[in-house]
RNA sequence: GGUCCCUUCGUCUAUCGGUUAGGACAUGUGGUUUUCAUCCAUAAAAGAGGGGUUCGAUUCCCCUAGGGACCGCCA
Protein backbone atom coordinates (compact mmCIF):
# COMPACT_ATOMS: atom_id res chain seq x y z
CA UNK A 1 0.00 0.00 0.00
CA UNK A 2 1.41 3.47 -1.27
CA UNK A 3 0.41 5.82 1.83
CA UNK A 4 1.21 8.58 -0.25
CA UNK A 5 -1.23 8.75 -3.09
CA UNK A 6 -4.41 9.68 -2.17
CA UNK A 7 -7.66 10.68 -4.56
CA UNK A 8 -10.78 11.99 -4.31
CA UNK A 9 -13.76 12.22 -5.88
CA UNK A 10 -15.75 15.02 -5.00
CA UNK A 11 -19.17 15.39 -6.21
CA UNK A 12 -21.77 17.96 -5.17
CA UNK A 13 -25.02 16.24 -3.96
CA UNK A 14 -27.32 18.66 -6.33
CA UNK A 15 -28.17 15.84 -8.90
CA UNK A 16 -28.08 12.57 -9.74
CA UNK A 17 -24.57 10.75 -10.90
CA UNK A 18 -23.80 12.02 -14.58
CA UNK A 19 -21.69 10.38 -17.10
CA UNK A 20 -19.04 12.98 -16.83
CA UNK A 21 -19.11 12.28 -13.38
CA UNK A 22 -19.24 9.05 -13.09
CA UNK A 23 -15.86 8.85 -15.19
CA UNK A 24 -13.97 11.23 -13.08
CA UNK A 25 -14.69 8.83 -10.45
CA UNK A 26 -13.39 5.73 -12.49
CA UNK A 27 -10.00 7.66 -13.46
CA UNK A 28 -9.60 8.67 -9.96
CA UNK A 29 -10.20 5.59 -8.24
CA UNK A 30 -8.15 3.42 -10.96
CA UNK A 31 -5.38 5.39 -10.78
CA UNK A 32 -5.27 4.66 -7.05
CA UNK A 33 -5.51 1.39 -7.20
CA UNK A 34 -2.94 1.25 -9.65
CA UNK A 35 -1.01 2.94 -7.55
CA UNK A 36 -1.88 1.45 -4.40
CA UNK A 37 -3.09 4.46 -3.03
CA UNK A 38 -6.55 5.47 -1.39
CA UNK A 39 -9.20 6.45 -3.22
CA UNK A 40 -11.85 8.96 -1.24
CA UNK A 41 -15.31 10.24 -1.84
CA UNK A 42 -15.96 13.58 -0.41
CA UNK A 43 -19.93 14.59 -0.53
CA UNK A 44 -19.48 18.47 -1.65
CA UNK A 45 -22.69 19.48 -0.04
CA UNK A 46 -21.75 23.18 1.05
CA UNK A 47 -24.31 24.92 -0.81
CA UNK A 48 -27.24 24.29 1.34
CA UNK A 49 -29.85 25.26 -1.22
CA UNK A 50 -29.38 23.01 -3.75
CA UNK A 51 -28.19 20.00 -2.21
CA UNK A 52 -30.23 17.10 -1.26
CA UNK A 53 -29.87 14.34 0.99
CA UNK A 54 -31.40 12.03 -2.36
CA UNK A 55 -29.34 12.69 -4.36
CA UNK A 56 -25.89 12.29 -1.87
CA UNK A 57 -27.55 8.67 -1.62
CA UNK A 58 -28.49 8.38 -5.40
CA UNK A 59 -24.26 9.00 -5.99
CA UNK A 60 -23.46 6.87 -3.57
CA UNK A 61 -25.32 4.23 -4.54
CA UNK A 62 -24.59 4.79 -8.24
CA UNK A 63 -21.07 4.03 -7.34
CA UNK A 64 -21.50 0.84 -5.58
CA UNK A 65 -23.48 0.20 -8.80
CA UNK A 66 -20.32 0.53 -10.46
CA UNK A 67 -18.28 -1.13 -8.52
CA UNK A 68 -16.27 1.80 -7.58
CA UNK A 69 -16.03 1.93 -4.24
CA UNK A 70 -14.17 4.71 -1.53
CA UNK A 71 -11.68 3.01 0.39
CA UNK A 72 -13.23 4.63 3.68
CA UNK A 73 -16.91 6.06 4.54
CA UNK A 74 -17.82 8.83 2.36
CA UNK A 75 -16.96 12.45 3.38
CA UNK A 76 -19.66 15.44 3.65
CA UNK A 77 -17.64 18.45 3.38
CA UNK A 78 -20.47 20.41 4.78
CA UNK A 79 -19.20 18.92 8.60
CA UNK A 80 -16.31 20.54 8.47
CA UNK A 81 -17.05 23.68 7.79
CA UNK A 82 -16.08 25.54 11.12
CA UNK A 83 -12.60 24.01 10.13
CA UNK A 84 -12.87 26.61 6.78
CA UNK A 85 -13.92 29.31 8.51
CA UNK A 86 -11.04 29.08 10.92
CA UNK A 87 -8.96 28.69 8.00
CA UNK A 88 -10.34 31.87 6.40
CA UNK A 89 -9.84 33.93 9.74
CA UNK A 90 -6.20 32.83 9.68
CA UNK A 91 -5.80 33.96 6.11
CA UNK A 92 -7.68 36.90 7.43
CA UNK A 93 -5.23 37.63 10.40
CA UNK A 94 -2.22 37.23 8.03
CA UNK A 95 -3.02 39.52 5.69
CA UNK A 96 -3.92 37.27 3.07
CA UNK A 97 -7.26 38.00 2.68
CA UNK A 98 -9.67 41.28 3.66
CA UNK A 99 -13.31 41.65 4.21
CA UNK A 100 -15.02 43.62 1.67
CA UNK A 101 -18.06 45.58 1.69
CA UNK A 102 -19.36 46.03 -1.32
CA UNK A 103 -23.04 45.53 -1.70
CA UNK A 104 -24.17 43.45 -4.42
CA UNK A 105 -26.11 46.41 -6.39
CA UNK A 106 -22.32 48.30 -6.82
CA UNK A 107 -21.03 44.74 -8.11
CA UNK A 108 -23.50 44.29 -10.53
CA UNK A 109 -23.20 48.04 -11.51
CA UNK A 110 -19.49 47.34 -12.07
CA UNK A 111 -20.16 44.09 -14.20
CA UNK A 112 -22.45 46.32 -16.07
CA UNK A 113 -20.11 48.60 -16.89
CA UNK A 114 -17.22 46.57 -17.83
CA UNK A 115 -19.57 44.46 -19.97
CA UNK A 116 -20.78 48.24 -22.05
CA UNK A 117 -17.07 48.71 -22.48
CA UNK A 118 -16.27 44.55 -23.50
CA UNK A 119 -13.76 44.59 -21.23
CA UNK A 120 -13.39 41.22 -18.91
CA UNK A 121 -14.66 41.69 -15.29
CA UNK A 122 -12.39 40.77 -12.44
CA UNK A 123 -13.52 42.39 -9.43
CA UNK A 124 -11.54 45.44 -8.56
CA UNK A 125 -10.02 44.86 -5.99
CA UNK A 126 -11.34 48.31 -4.17
CA UNK A 127 -11.67 47.37 -0.44
CA UNK A 128 -8.37 45.89 -0.42
CA UNK A 129 -7.04 49.28 0.58
CA UNK A 130 -10.12 51.10 1.96
CA UNK A 131 -11.12 51.63 5.32
CA UNK A 132 -14.64 51.11 4.94
CA UNK A 133 -16.74 49.24 7.13
CA UNK A 134 -19.85 47.99 7.72
CA UNK A 135 -22.38 45.65 8.73
CA UNK A 136 -22.08 42.70 5.59
CA UNK A 137 -19.25 42.02 4.17
CA UNK A 138 -17.46 39.13 2.17
CA UNK A 139 -13.80 38.03 2.74
CA UNK A 140 -11.96 37.91 -0.22
CA UNK A 141 -8.36 36.55 -0.67
CA UNK A 142 -5.67 38.35 -2.10
CA UNK A 143 -4.97 37.24 -5.50
CA UNK A 144 -1.31 37.97 -7.09
CA UNK A 145 -1.43 41.11 -8.81
CA UNK A 146 1.85 40.26 -10.97
CA UNK A 147 3.71 38.18 -12.13
CA UNK A 148 2.33 34.55 -13.61
CA UNK A 149 1.63 30.98 -12.27
CA UNK A 150 2.72 27.65 -14.13
CA UNK A 151 0.51 24.87 -13.19
CA UNK A 152 2.36 21.69 -14.54
CA UNK A 153 -0.64 19.70 -15.00
CA UNK A 154 -0.67 16.31 -15.60
CA UNK A 155 -2.74 15.55 -18.40
CA UNK A 156 -2.65 18.93 -20.05
CA UNK A 157 0.92 19.72 -19.28
CA UNK A 158 2.39 23.22 -18.55
CA UNK A 159 -0.13 25.92 -17.90
CA UNK A 160 0.78 29.14 -17.69
CA UNK A 161 -1.14 32.00 -16.68
CA UNK A 162 -0.76 35.91 -15.99
CA UNK A 163 -1.91 36.37 -11.70
CA UNK A 164 -3.51 39.59 -12.83
CA UNK A 165 -6.46 37.85 -14.61
CA UNK A 166 -7.47 36.02 -11.19
CA UNK A 167 -9.66 38.71 -8.90
CA UNK A 168 -9.70 38.21 -5.35
CA UNK A 169 -12.25 35.82 -5.09
CA UNK A 170 -14.54 35.34 -1.94
CA UNK A 171 -13.93 33.04 0.58
CA UNK A 172 -16.19 33.46 3.00
CA UNK A 173 -20.02 34.60 2.40
CA UNK A 174 -21.72 37.30 3.94
CA UNK A 175 -23.17 34.70 5.85
CA UNK A 176 -19.61 33.22 7.16
CA UNK A 177 -20.05 30.35 5.36
CA UNK A 178 -17.08 29.00 3.49
CA UNK A 179 -17.17 29.02 -0.79
CA UNK A 180 -15.99 26.18 -2.58
CA UNK A 181 -12.59 27.48 -3.35
CA UNK A 182 -11.73 27.02 0.49
CA UNK A 183 -13.24 24.63 1.47
CA UNK A 184 -12.21 22.31 -1.33
CA UNK A 185 -9.01 23.97 -0.66
CA UNK A 186 -8.88 23.15 3.19
CA UNK A 187 -10.13 19.63 2.81
CA UNK A 188 -7.81 18.46 0.19
CA UNK A 189 -5.28 19.59 2.41
CA UNK A 190 -6.64 18.15 5.45
CA UNK A 191 -7.50 14.78 3.55
CA UNK A 192 -3.52 14.71 2.42
CA UNK A 193 -4.80 14.54 -0.86
CA UNK A 194 -1.24 13.49 -3.06
CA UNK A 195 -3.46 14.00 -6.74
CA UNK A 196 -6.24 15.92 -7.96
CA UNK A 197 -8.20 14.56 -10.81
CA UNK A 198 -11.26 16.63 -12.06
CA UNK A 199 -13.28 17.25 -14.76
CA UNK A 200 -11.23 20.75 -17.34
CA UNK A 201 -14.27 23.22 -16.24
CA UNK A 202 -11.90 23.00 -13.20
CA UNK A 203 -9.00 24.27 -14.17
CA UNK A 204 -8.86 28.13 -13.42
CA UNK A 205 -10.04 27.17 -9.99
CA UNK A 206 -6.79 25.51 -9.48
CA UNK A 207 -5.16 28.57 -10.09
CA UNK A 208 -7.17 29.97 -7.20
CA UNK A 209 -6.97 27.14 -4.73
CA UNK A 210 -3.12 26.94 -5.32
CA UNK A 211 -2.35 30.26 -3.94
CA UNK A 212 -4.30 29.36 -0.83
CA UNK A 213 -2.08 26.59 -0.18
CA UNK A 214 0.89 28.67 -0.95
CA UNK A 215 -0.67 31.23 1.72
CA UNK A 216 -1.30 28.57 4.38
CA UNK A 217 2.39 27.03 3.47
CA UNK A 218 0.70 23.97 2.80
CA UNK A 219 1.93 21.65 0.33
CA UNK A 220 0.25 21.71 -3.27
CA UNK A 221 -1.19 18.62 -4.55
CA UNK A 222 -0.55 17.10 -8.15
CA UNK A 223 -3.16 18.34 -10.50
CA UNK A 224 -4.78 16.19 -13.58
CA UNK A 225 -7.64 17.89 -15.46
CA UNK A 226 -9.41 15.69 -18.02
CA UNK A 227 -11.48 16.59 -20.92
CA UNK A 228 -15.02 16.82 -20.69
CA UNK A 229 -17.31 14.42 -22.23
CA UNK A 230 -19.68 16.23 -24.83
CA UNK A 231 -22.82 15.98 -26.31
CA UNK A 232 -23.23 14.95 -30.01
CA UNK A 233 -23.19 18.36 -30.88
CA UNK A 234 -19.72 19.00 -29.29
CA UNK A 235 -20.92 21.10 -26.35
CA UNK A 236 -20.48 19.98 -22.67
CA UNK A 237 -23.22 17.82 -21.48
CA UNK A 238 -26.41 19.63 -19.62
CA UNK A 239 -29.21 17.96 -18.51
CA UNK A 240 -31.24 18.63 -21.86
CA UNK A 241 -28.80 15.99 -23.58
CA UNK A 242 -30.16 12.43 -23.98
CA UNK A 243 -28.59 9.72 -21.61
CA UNK A 244 -26.63 12.16 -19.54
CA UNK A 245 -27.34 10.11 -15.77
CA UNK A 246 -25.99 6.89 -15.14
CA UNK A 247 -29.37 6.37 -14.44
CA UNK A 248 -30.45 6.69 -18.27
CA UNK A 249 -27.88 3.97 -18.98
CA UNK A 250 -29.05 1.94 -16.14
CA UNK A 251 -32.36 2.11 -16.89
CA UNK A 252 -31.99 0.75 -20.59
CA UNK A 253 -30.05 -2.34 -19.81
CA UNK A 254 -26.67 -1.48 -19.64
CA UNK A 255 -24.62 -3.73 -17.22
CA UNK A 256 -22.16 -1.70 -15.08
CA UNK A 257 -19.31 -3.42 -16.45
CA UNK A 258 -20.04 -2.22 -20.20
CA UNK A 259 -20.25 1.26 -18.95
CA UNK A 260 -17.21 1.18 -16.97
CA UNK A 261 -15.41 -0.26 -20.02
CA UNK A 262 -16.94 2.11 -22.07
CA UNK A 263 -15.67 4.81 -19.84
CA UNK A 264 -12.53 4.13 -19.27
CA UNK A 265 -11.82 4.24 -23.17
CA UNK A 266 -13.59 7.33 -23.06
CA UNK A 267 -10.67 9.70 -23.24
CA UNK A 268 -8.11 7.10 -22.31
CA UNK A 269 -6.40 4.60 -24.35
CA UNK A 270 -4.44 1.54 -24.04
CA UNK A 271 -3.02 0.71 -27.59
CA UNK A 272 -5.54 -0.95 -29.70
CA UNK A 273 -7.24 -2.50 -26.82
CA UNK A 274 -11.06 -2.26 -26.08
CA UNK A 275 -12.66 -4.64 -23.82
CA UNK A 276 -10.78 -4.25 -20.60
CA UNK A 277 -11.57 -6.52 -17.08
CA UNK A 278 -11.62 -4.88 -14.29
CA UNK A 279 -8.16 -6.37 -13.13
CA UNK A 280 -6.89 -4.91 -16.54
CA UNK A 281 -8.15 -1.94 -15.83
CA UNK A 282 -6.44 -1.55 -12.76
CA UNK A 283 -3.12 -2.63 -14.21
CA UNK A 284 -2.99 -0.34 -17.13
CA UNK A 285 -4.27 2.32 -16.20
CA UNK A 286 -2.25 5.58 -16.36
CA UNK A 287 -2.35 9.30 -16.78
CA UNK A 288 -0.32 9.42 -19.65
CA UNK A 289 -3.01 7.58 -21.63
CA UNK A 290 -5.52 10.11 -21.40
CA UNK A 291 -6.06 12.36 -24.51
CA UNK A 292 -6.10 16.02 -24.18
CA UNK A 293 -9.20 16.72 -26.21
CA UNK A 294 -12.63 16.38 -25.18
CA UNK A 295 -14.50 13.56 -26.60
CA UNK A 296 -18.38 12.85 -27.46
CA UNK A 297 -20.67 10.41 -26.52
CA UNK A 298 -21.83 7.54 -28.47
CA UNK A 299 -24.50 5.16 -27.99
CA UNK A 300 -23.79 3.07 -30.68
CA UNK A 301 -20.41 1.98 -29.13
CA UNK A 302 -22.05 2.07 -25.61
CA UNK A 303 -24.66 -0.51 -26.79
CA UNK A 304 -22.04 -2.90 -28.91
CA UNK A 305 -19.75 -2.74 -25.73
CA UNK A 306 -22.80 -4.08 -23.83
CA UNK A 307 -23.58 -6.82 -26.11
CA UNK A 308 -19.63 -7.86 -25.95
CA UNK A 309 -20.58 -8.37 -22.11
CA UNK A 310 -23.97 -9.92 -22.50
CA UNK A 311 -22.60 -12.55 -24.32
CA UNK A 312 -19.61 -13.39 -23.11
CA UNK A 313 -20.44 -12.71 -19.03
CA UNK A 314 -21.05 -16.45 -17.28
CA UNK A 315 -24.76 -17.24 -17.34
CA UNK A 316 -25.93 -16.80 -13.26
CA UNK A 317 -24.01 -13.31 -13.30
CA UNK A 318 -26.25 -12.31 -16.35
CA UNK A 319 -29.52 -14.00 -15.20
CA UNK A 320 -28.96 -12.07 -11.87
CA UNK A 321 -28.20 -8.90 -13.54
CA UNK A 322 -31.63 -9.48 -15.20
CA UNK A 323 -33.86 -10.32 -12.72
CA UNK A 324 -32.37 -7.05 -10.67
CA UNK A 325 -33.04 -5.33 -13.26
CA UNK A 326 -36.70 -6.11 -13.80
CA UNK A 327 -37.46 -5.95 -10.59
CA UNK A 328 -36.34 -2.35 -10.60
CA UNK A 329 -37.86 -1.14 -14.07
CA UNK A 330 -39.76 -3.54 -15.38
CA UNK A 331 -43.08 -4.77 -14.17
CA UNK A 332 -42.74 -8.29 -12.73
CA UNK A 333 -42.82 -11.25 -14.22
CA UNK A 334 -44.39 -14.27 -12.85
CA UNK A 335 -42.30 -17.31 -10.93
CA UNK A 336 -42.94 -19.66 -14.16
CA UNK A 337 -42.53 -17.52 -16.98
CA UNK A 338 -39.25 -16.35 -15.12
CA UNK A 339 -38.27 -19.66 -14.69
CA UNK A 340 -38.77 -20.75 -18.72
CA UNK A 341 -36.40 -17.97 -18.97
CA UNK A 342 -34.01 -18.79 -17.23
CA UNK A 343 -33.43 -22.29 -18.42
CA UNK A 344 -34.32 -20.57 -21.59
CA UNK A 345 -31.74 -17.90 -21.03
CA UNK A 346 -28.92 -18.64 -23.74
CA UNK A 347 -31.68 -18.06 -26.46
CA UNK A 348 -33.12 -14.39 -25.26
CA UNK A 349 -29.14 -13.15 -24.64
CA UNK A 350 -27.74 -14.42 -27.79
CA UNK A 351 -29.57 -11.75 -29.78
CA UNK A 352 -29.65 -8.55 -27.04
CA UNK A 353 -27.52 -5.68 -26.81
CA UNK A 354 -29.26 -4.69 -23.34
CA UNK A 355 -31.25 -5.94 -20.31
CA UNK A 356 -34.12 -4.65 -22.02
CA UNK A 357 -33.58 -6.61 -24.95
CA UNK A 358 -33.55 -9.89 -23.27
CA UNK A 359 -36.69 -8.81 -21.46
CA UNK A 360 -38.30 -8.12 -25.33
CA UNK A 361 -37.39 -11.15 -26.61
CA UNK A 362 -38.72 -12.80 -24.00
CA UNK A 363 -41.81 -11.44 -23.81
CA UNK A 364 -43.46 -14.15 -25.77
CA UNK A 365 -43.67 -16.06 -23.14
CA UNK A 366 -44.99 -14.09 -20.30
CA UNK A 367 -46.34 -11.86 -22.27
CA UNK A 368 -48.37 -12.95 -24.84
CA UNK A 369 -51.47 -11.94 -26.98
CA UNK A 370 -53.58 -13.57 -29.70
CA UNK A 371 -52.81 -12.06 -32.76
CA UNK A 372 -55.64 -10.52 -35.11
CA UNK A 373 -56.15 -13.90 -36.80
CA UNK A 374 -57.57 -12.96 -40.11
CA UNK A 375 -55.53 -10.22 -41.17
CA UNK A 376 -51.90 -12.28 -40.51
CA UNK A 377 -53.20 -15.82 -41.48
CA UNK A 378 -55.34 -17.42 -44.39
CA UNK A 379 -56.88 -20.47 -44.78
CA UNK A 380 -54.21 -22.61 -45.78
CA UNK A 381 -51.99 -21.08 -43.22
CA UNK A 382 -54.59 -22.58 -40.80
CA UNK A 383 -55.00 -25.95 -42.10
CA UNK A 384 -50.67 -26.28 -41.73
CA UNK A 385 -51.65 -25.03 -37.95
CA UNK A 386 -53.99 -27.95 -37.08
CA UNK A 387 -51.67 -30.47 -39.15
CA UNK A 388 -48.90 -29.65 -37.25
CA UNK A 389 -50.96 -29.41 -33.91
CA UNK A 390 -52.63 -33.09 -34.78
CA UNK A 391 -48.91 -34.04 -34.80
CA UNK A 392 -47.34 -32.87 -31.98
CA UNK A 393 -50.60 -33.51 -29.30
CA UNK A 394 -49.00 -36.87 -28.32
CA UNK A 395 -46.22 -35.24 -27.06
CA UNK A 396 -44.55 -34.56 -23.76
CA UNK A 397 -42.09 -32.27 -22.91
CA UNK A 398 -39.01 -34.66 -23.08
CA UNK A 399 -39.62 -35.17 -26.40
CA UNK A 400 -38.25 -31.92 -28.32
CA UNK A 401 -36.23 -33.99 -30.36
CA UNK A 402 -39.41 -35.45 -32.18
CA UNK A 403 -40.57 -32.00 -33.28
CA UNK A 404 -37.87 -31.66 -36.00
CA UNK A 405 -39.01 -34.81 -37.79
CA UNK A 406 -42.34 -34.08 -37.47
CA UNK A 407 -41.51 -30.51 -39.23
CA UNK A 408 -39.58 -32.13 -41.95
CA UNK A 409 -42.80 -34.85 -42.57
CA UNK A 410 -44.65 -31.97 -42.53
CA UNK A 411 -42.30 -30.59 -45.29
CA UNK A 412 -42.24 -33.04 -47.34
CA UNK A 413 -46.14 -33.76 -47.22
CA UNK A 414 -47.07 -30.51 -48.45
CA UNK A 415 -44.19 -29.91 -50.68
CA UNK A 416 -43.47 -26.93 -49.00
CA UNK A 417 -40.16 -24.89 -47.51
CA UNK A 418 -39.51 -23.95 -44.30
CA UNK A 419 -40.71 -20.27 -44.31
CA UNK A 420 -44.43 -21.09 -45.76
CA UNK A 421 -44.61 -23.61 -42.62
CA UNK A 422 -42.01 -21.33 -39.72
CA UNK A 423 -43.59 -17.54 -40.67
CA UNK A 424 -47.21 -18.49 -39.46
CA UNK A 425 -45.88 -20.89 -36.32
CA UNK A 426 -43.80 -18.07 -35.30
CA UNK A 427 -46.62 -15.56 -35.47
CA UNK A 428 -49.37 -17.75 -33.69
CA UNK A 429 -46.74 -18.95 -31.46
CA UNK A 430 -45.49 -15.63 -30.19
CA UNK A 431 -47.55 -12.83 -31.49
CA UNK A 432 -44.47 -11.34 -33.58
CA UNK A 433 -42.39 -12.00 -36.97
CA UNK A 434 -38.85 -11.38 -34.90
CA UNK A 435 -38.56 -14.38 -32.03
CA UNK A 436 -36.19 -16.72 -31.56
CA UNK A 437 -35.96 -20.44 -34.21
CA UNK A 438 -39.36 -22.41 -34.07
CA UNK A 439 -37.49 -25.10 -31.93
CA UNK A 440 -36.03 -22.75 -29.62
CA UNK A 441 -39.93 -20.98 -29.00
CA UNK A 442 -41.35 -24.65 -28.24
CA UNK A 443 -38.59 -25.46 -26.09
CA UNK A 444 -39.05 -22.68 -24.01
CA UNK A 445 -42.89 -22.47 -24.18
CA UNK A 446 -43.07 -26.17 -22.97
CA UNK A 447 -45.21 -28.39 -25.45
CA UNK A 448 -48.05 -28.01 -23.43
CA UNK A 449 -48.26 -24.15 -23.34
CA UNK A 450 -47.98 -24.50 -27.48
CA UNK A 451 -50.51 -27.06 -27.83
CA UNK A 452 -52.67 -24.37 -26.38
CA UNK A 453 -51.56 -21.41 -28.26
CA UNK A 454 -51.65 -23.27 -31.31
CA UNK A 455 -55.57 -24.32 -30.35
CA UNK A 456 -56.38 -20.52 -30.05
CA UNK A 457 -56.51 -20.31 -33.72
CA UNK A 458 -58.47 -23.50 -34.79
C1' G B 1 -14.92 40.44 -25.08
C1' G B 2 -10.69 38.45 -21.76
C1' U B 3 -7.89 34.09 -20.07
C1' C B 4 -6.74 29.12 -20.91
C1' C B 5 -7.20 24.55 -23.63
C1' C B 6 -8.03 21.49 -27.92
C1' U B 7 -7.81 19.88 -33.56
C1' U B 8 -5.92 12.04 -37.17
C1' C B 9 -11.72 8.26 -40.81
C1' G B 10 -18.94 10.12 -39.07
C1' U B 11 -17.45 8.53 -33.63
C1' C B 12 -13.67 6.60 -29.82
C1' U B 13 -8.66 6.29 -30.72
C1' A B 14 -3.12 4.12 -32.26
C1' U B 15 1.29 6.49 -34.12
C1' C B 16 6.24 8.80 -29.17
C1' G B 17 10.52 12.19 -37.34
C1' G B 18 10.87 7.52 -42.00
C1' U B 19 4.10 3.27 -41.69
C1' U B 20 0.47 1.03 -47.99
C1' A B 21 -1.42 6.25 -41.29
C1' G B 22 -3.45 0.75 -37.63
C1' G B 23 -7.76 -0.91 -34.62
C1' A B 24 -12.84 -0.58 -32.75
C1' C B 25 -18.02 1.27 -33.30
C1' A B 26 -21.29 2.88 -37.02
C1' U B 27 -22.03 2.39 -42.57
C1' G B 28 -21.98 -0.34 -47.66
C1' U B 29 -21.47 -5.16 -50.10
C1' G B 30 -21.18 -10.56 -50.05
C1' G B 31 -21.65 -15.27 -47.39
C1' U B 32 -23.69 -18.56 -43.32
C1' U B 33 -28.63 -18.87 -41.11
C1' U B 34 -35.48 -21.47 -39.88
C1' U B 35 -37.82 -15.04 -39.62
C1' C B 36 -35.03 -11.12 -36.93
C1' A B 37 -30.37 -10.99 -34.98
C1' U B 38 -25.68 -13.29 -34.42
C1' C B 39 -21.35 -14.90 -36.93
C1' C B 40 -17.66 -14.62 -41.03
C1' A B 41 -15.48 -12.06 -45.14
C1' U B 42 -14.85 -7.54 -47.63
C1' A B 43 -15.12 -2.30 -49.02
C1' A B 44 -15.34 2.87 -48.38
C1' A B 45 -13.61 6.39 -44.79
C1' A B 46 -8.83 10.77 -41.58
C1' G B 47 -3.74 14.06 -40.36
C1' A B 48 -8.18 21.92 -40.47
C1' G B 49 -5.17 25.60 -43.66
C1' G B 50 -0.48 28.12 -44.34
C1' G B 51 4.49 28.82 -43.19
C1' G B 52 9.03 27.18 -41.10
C1' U B 53 13.01 23.35 -38.76
C1' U B 54 14.78 18.77 -41.11
C1' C B 55 17.63 14.53 -45.93
C1' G B 56 12.50 13.52 -44.37
C1' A B 57 7.05 15.77 -41.07
C1' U B 58 0.54 13.53 -38.85
C1' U B 59 4.56 13.81 -35.25
C1' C B 60 8.74 19.69 -33.40
C1' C B 61 7.99 25.44 -33.77
C1' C B 62 5.02 29.76 -35.47
C1' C B 63 0.66 31.98 -37.65
C1' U B 64 -4.44 31.58 -39.25
C1' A B 65 -9.08 29.18 -38.94
C1' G B 66 -12.51 26.28 -36.27
C1' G B 67 -14.20 24.20 -31.67
C1' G B 68 -14.42 24.13 -26.32
C1' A B 69 -13.99 25.53 -21.01
C1' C B 70 -13.95 29.35 -17.47
C1' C B 71 -15.08 34.39 -16.37
C1' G B 72 -20.99 33.65 -9.28
C1' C B 73 -21.48 35.42 -2.02
C1' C B 74 -22.75 27.44 -7.55
C1' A B 75 -19.70 23.50 -7.09
Redesign the pocket.
Known amino acids: MNNNIIVRF ?3 P ?1 GPLHIGGARTALFNWLFAKNQGGLSLLRI ?4 K ?3 KKEFEDQIIETLKWLEINPDEDPVK ?1 SLNINKHVEVANNLLSKGFAYK ?1 Y ?3 EE ?1 EKE ?1 ELSKKN ?6 SGKCRESNKTGS ?3 VRFKSKKSGTTILNDLV ?7 NS ?1 I ?1 D ?2 IL ?3 N ?5 L ?2 SVDDHLMKISHVIR ?7 TFKQIQIFEAMNWEIPSYAHI ?2 I ?1 S ?5 LSKRDAATTVEDYKKIGILPESLRNYLL ?8 K ?1 IFTLKESIELFNLE ?1 I ?8 M ?2 V ?3 N ?2 YI ?1 NLNENTLFNYFELYVTNYKEKINDISLNKIKTNFSIFR ?4 TLEDIFN ?1 AQFIFNYKKINFEKEINDSQKKLLNLFLEKIRPLQDHEFDK ?2 TI ?1 EDILNEKKIK ?2 DF ?2 PV ?1 IVLTG ?10 IVSLGIEETKKRLSLYL
Not at 44 to 47: K, P, Q
Not at 232 to 236: A, D, I, Q, R, S
Request: with cysteine.
Open positions: APSTEDTDARSQCCSYLKNLPYVYSFVQGKIEISTEFVRSDTPTYQSAGDDHKINPLHMEGKKRLGWSYKDEGGKSPSKLDDRLSIETKNKAKNIKIFKGQRTKFAPSINEI
